[in-house]
């Protein structure tokens, strides 16, 4: 008796000791809850760190504060997350709104201040916790489709005390969900020269079979030694036609547990092993997204856990054996998936396609490559794996192997432009060439003397390539010297061909104005209300500059009463 009140006892601390508070974060749209994005499925480069929320393809709804607190960090960038607003609640968590068209009046105006005085479209700003509190049910912003957003919604996220996101789903934000997972690919892969699958000892697809009861089987398969394997799946909400994430995956090799990714919550710092988690070379090759279901050397993903033999499992000699792998989503609607496996040894040795060799990489150790006029540099660690890698360099092109592999994070590239005219030299620009046309696609360069450099964290083709055109400025819906007293807004598009828009100032009479810039519309707006031209005849001047210095100014009058 006295045993069983215990358990019941622990069973009850442990439910109120549910680390997320439960009904204290509300729905910050007053829309019902449909996602296009669910929190921590699979993005380029980094786990999604929110929910994306459906705004009915408007922009413009109202977003309520998920809870009260106060405004501890706006952040307004022309990419990422664009106009973005963070609350710090009593309770520690931080709620983030991004991708927002407008803040609420009073937020708007602190924002435009700042803006103002710094003469910065872009800013950032950590008001302290007395000057923008919000209280419950306030509407804090306006949804948009600012930064690197596709399209109308609102992105949302509840952080930790650490900055780390959380499933919001967590804190009882609840979504109509009775649609289980499902796999559209499962492969295998062989972890190294003694193991096989099908006779292969590399990577292999499996052909899948969908039972009628919505789980999988493949074919049994004949295999030995150590094999992982990996899937694609998605799941799909009860609203909405959207490949989202899943929630948790779970493998068994003969009923135990070998691997468990579980996708509540991670870092901002490690998300990028994402391309780790991935078999990265199909995703660039096929833009298919395997997750692996084994953990290979380098990824310290914290989702990952539970796992014997790093998820890979050892296939013995004329034994039969089945490998299961268990998929939830977020409201434990679940799919399974077996693979039967005998054990035998490979028809015949079969060994791996040589790559041809040309540089051997030491993933745990500085690597450099130098040929004619250019010069690499990897720091340590910046591969997860040795490997041979292509390197050539002619005519200014540099081929760096293909951008199949994952890196962890940047490396340098640097040109010696000794060979170039001085006028020349100052238009030039390292770009990574990309697409069937090999278009010159600028990054970020450097220039001291005779020596360009750039930094990038993928592989591929780069050159060199010169930038001598000027952006170009057309005003969209006014005229030089006319009367624009009913305009509400100046709008202008801005366009550099080659190396791309790098700034841009505006005023009027000479006194700077702030206008947004949409690099999705190549547009510059500027918005009457805030009240900078008095006077009746007014001079607009705008100066655009793109990344290697060429610059375009722009000048009109227009009348105002
Ligand atoms: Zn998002």
């Known amino acids: 008796m006295k045993y069983l009140f215990a358990l019941v006892f622990i069973g009850q601390f442990c439910y109120s000791q549910s680390p997320y508070p439960q009904d204290y974060f509300r729905n910050p749209l007053d829309v019902t809850l449909v996602l296009s994005g669910s929190f921590a499925e699979l993005r380029s480069n980094h786990f999604h760190s929110g929910l994306d929320i459906k705004t009915q393809q408007r922009t413009g709804l109202n977003v309520y504060t998920a809870a009260e607190g106060y405004v501890s960090r706006i952040k307004v960038s022309h990419y990422g997350y664009g106009k973005a607003l963070y609350i710090t609640h009593p309770n520690g968590y931080v709620s983030v709104y991004a991708h927002l068209k407008k803040f609420a009046p009073e937020i708007e105006k602190y924002v435009k201040a700042c803006q103002y005085e710094k003469e910065s479209y872009e800013v950032e700003m950590f008001p302290s916790p007395n000057e923008l509190p919000v209280a419950a049910d306030e509407v804090v912003a306006f949804s948009g489709n600012s930064g690197s957003s596709g399209g109308p919604h609102l992105h949302f996220e509840i952080r930790d005390n650490e900055e780390r996101p959380i499933n919001p789903m967590l804190f009882g934000i609840d979504i109509k969900d009775t649609k289980r997972p499902f796999i559209s690919a499962v492969y295998a892969y062989p972890k190294n020269r003694n193991s096989h699958v099908e006779d292969s000892k590399t990577r292999k697809e499996l052909r899948l079979i969908p039972l009628k009861n919505g789980d999988y089987?493949?074919?049994?398969?004949?295999?030995?030694?150590?094999?992982?394997?990996?899937?694609?799946s998605y799941d799909q909400q009860d609203l909405a036609h959207n490949k989202?994430?899943?929630?948790?995956?779970?493998?068994?090799?003969?009923?135990?547990?070998?691997?468990?990714?579980?996708?509540?919550?991670?870092?901002?710092?490690?998300?990028?092993?994402?391309?780790?988690?991935i078999d990265f070379e199909i995703f660039k090759e096929k833009k298919s997204r395997v997750q692996k279901l084994f953990v290979q050397s380098g990824n310290t993903l914290s989702m990952l856990k539970d796992v014997d033999n790093h998820g890979y499992i050892k296939v013995e000699d004329s034994t039969n054996s089945v490998y299961k792998v268990r998929l939830?989503?977020?409201?434990?609607?679940?799919?399974?998936?077996?693979?039967?496996?005998?054990?035998k040894p490979a028809k015949e040795v079969l060994e791996a396609p040589e790559l041809k060799p040309n540089t051997y990489i030491l993933a745990n150790q500085v690597n450099e490559l130098e040929q004619n006029n250019v010069k690499v540099y990897f720091p340590k660690n910046t591969f997860y794996d040795d490997f041979h890698i292509a390197f050539d360099v002619s005519n200014d092109t540099l081929k760096l192997h293909r951008d199949v592999v994952p890196l962890t994070k940047s490396y340098t590239i640097t040109y010696d432009i000794k060979n170039y005219a001085d006028d020349e030299k100052?238009?030039?620009?390292?770009?990574?060439?990309?697409?069937?046309?090999?278009?010159?696609?600028?990054?970020?360069?450097?220039?001291?003397?005779?020596?360009?450099s750039a930094r990038?964290?993928?592989?591929?083709?780069?050159?060199?390539?010169?930038?001598?055109?000027?952006?170009?400025?057309?005003?969209?819906?006014?005229?030089?010297?006319?009367?624009?007293?009913?305009?509400?807004?100046?709008?202008?598009?801005?366009?550099?061909?080659?190396?791309?828009?790098?700034?841009?100032?505006?005023?009027?009479?000479?006194?700077?104005?702030?206008?947004?810039?949409?690099?999705?519309?190549?547009?510059?707006?500027?918005?009457?209300q805030d009240n900078i031209s008095t006077t009746t005849e007014n001079n607009l001047k705008i100066i655009v500059t793109d990344n290697v210095g060429n610059s375009t100014t722009f000048e009109t009058t227009f009348y105002r009463k």
Not at 335 to 342: A, G, R, V
């Open 244 to 277: 989202n994430g899943l929630n948790n995956i779970q493998t068994f090799y003969n009923g135990n547990k070998s691997f468990e990714m579980d996708f509540k919550r991670f870092s901002f710092n490690e998300t990028r092993h994402l391309n780790r988690y």
């Open 426 to 452: 100052d238009k030039l620009f390292i770009a990574s060439l990309y697409g069937y046309y090999q278009r010159p696609n600028y990054i970020s360069t450097k220039r001291i003397g005779n020596l360009l």
């Open 456 to 528: 990038t964290k993928s592989l591929g083709t780069f050159a060199l390539a010169r930038d001598t055109v000027s952006p170009t400025i057309q005003p969209v819906n006014f005229q030089d010297g006319k009367w624009l007293s009913k305009l509400s807004h100046l709008k202008v598009k801005i366009d550099d061909d080659l190396s791309g828009i790098s700034n841009y100032r505006a005023t009027i009479n000479g006194q700077w104005i702030l206008m947004e810039y949409d690099y999705k519309k190549d547009t510059l707006t500027y918005d009457f």
């Open 328 to 343: 939830r989503d977020f409201k434990g609607n679940e799919t399974w998936l077996s693979i039967p496996i005998k054990g």
């Open 217 to 232: 089987n493949t074919e049994p398969i004949e295999a030995l030694g150590e094999i992982g394997f990996g899937i694609v």
